[in-house]
């Protein structure tokens, strides 16, 4: 394939997000980070409703009553209220202390182990210069024992915690949320059920989750909410009435079992 057809501009490769070295031991493999991921989501802008015209946000000091330039504004950590602590960029760089650019692993553990509640953000991991014989056999190794290596690196002056696994030919790391950042959902005052369900209502219930059980395809969903507001907004820049149709309102049901018996019958049609 060529780089486009008549007036169209060539392709442009991704630019990498970050450039640093795993490092597993005395074995060190220079990487490139790339975004894995792009949010859809249908942004609105403020507008004014009298005029249609932007609405703007500006910096405001509050004890001098008046704007601000961004060269004057600074990141603070309030301490007190109305006390603040300031942190340069170097001093925030430096806390970092010497791993700005390395991921150290620290363990290997099986993927399986890693609870999806931690999972935060996905990026690709590219073989960085000279780097791919020592890319290939992680990736390699990481794919035959089934395992994710964990590791901390700093990026956008922050620390995180992640893990590194195959996908496909290349790389994945995703960033994993800290232990305390996860809540304890005994954390919560959760309603419980007074008594224990039924062996038939399990049955029933297992029987359900069989007759709907397939193999993950991600093509197979789409962002339904998404593709109605654009149609409702490609309609009204046209000058036309977006009617939605009404949700069907789920229906009260008393009976668990009864409820499972037409769950199943509909799902065996």
Request: charged share 30%; net charge negative.
């Amino acid at each position: 394939m060529g780089s486009g057809g008549a007036g169209n501009p060539p392709l442009m490769a991704p630019r990498s997000l970050w450039n640093g070295t795993v490092s597993v031991g005395l074995v060190h493999v220079p990487v490139k980070l790339y975004t894995a991921t792009e949010s859809k989501t249908v942004h609105f802008h403020e507008v004014h409703l009298e005029d249609g015209a932007r609405i703007e946000h500006r910096r405001f000091c509050e004890k001098e009553k008046r704007e601000v330039p961004y060269e004057e504004v600074a990141r603070g950590f309030e301490v007190r209220k109305g006390e603040f602590v300031l942190l340069e960029k170097d001093e925030v760089k430096a806390a970092a202390g010497g791993t700005g650019h390395l991921i150290e692993v620290e363990h290997f553990v099986p993927v399986a182990d890693i609870d999806p509640v931690s999972f935060e953000k996905t990026y690709y991991l590219g073989a960085g210069d000279k780097a791919k014989d020592g890319y290939r056999v992680l990736h390699d190794a990481l794919e035959r024992t089934g395992r994710a290596a964990i590791g901390r690196f700093t990026f956008h002056n922050r620390e995180y915690l992640a893990a590194i696994r195959p996908h496909g030919d290349v790389l994945a790391l995703h960033t994993l949320r800290f232990a305390d950042e996860v809540a304890d959902p005994g954390s919560f005052d959760v309603a419980t059920a007074n008594k224990g369900p039924s062996e038939r209502e399990v049955n029933m219930a297992g029987s359900l989750v069989d007759s709907l059980a397939a193999k993950f395809t991600p093509d197979e969903y789409t962002d339904e909410y998404r593709e109605r507001v654009v149609e409702m907004l490609e309609a009204k820049a046209k000058g036309k009435q977006f009617v939605a149709a009404e949700p069907d309102e789920p229906a009260e049901e008393s009976d668990l079992l009864a409820a499972l018996e037409a769950s199943l019958k509909g799902s065996k049609k």
